[in-house]
């Protein structure tokens, strides 16, 4: 073989192996930024589940004060719905025994005006 093809031999294989590594270390590189993104992931994901859990749980204990206060306003609402039924109901009754006083003043006065009941066949 000569010097020449030999040297070109050589230098093809330099080139050749220049290339594998170039690949494998730019593979290599990519792995470690998939790595490092995947970590930055996980720790954004650990975050956001901490602060939904964080949220969750003021939620559900801003609901139960709220059910609480709702709940003793309500049997309020209820007791003052009940206090002014009792007071209707009493109105209401008093308003009725005036009105049957009234209706049978009205009913006698009614009996007076019109006098004895008028026979169909006349008395002889």
Known sequence: M?????TAIISAAGVLVAMFAGFG???HRMDVRFE?????????RQTLSTEIA?????LSTEIADVRRVLATELADVRREVGDVRLGLSSEISEVRVTLANE?????????????PPHRLIPAR
Do not use: P
């Not at 000569?2 to 030999?6: F, H, I, Q, R």
């Not at 209706?103 to 006098?115: D, H, P, Q, T, Y």
């Open 103 to 115: 209706l049978s003043g009205v009913k006698s006065a009614i009996a007076r005006l019109e006098g």
């Open 36 to 44: 490092k993104v995947d970590h930055e992931i996980a720790e954004v």
């Open 54 to 58: 964080d949220v969750q749980q003021t």
């Open 25 to 27: 270390w730019i593979v």
């Open 2 to 6: 000569s010097v020449e093809t030999l």
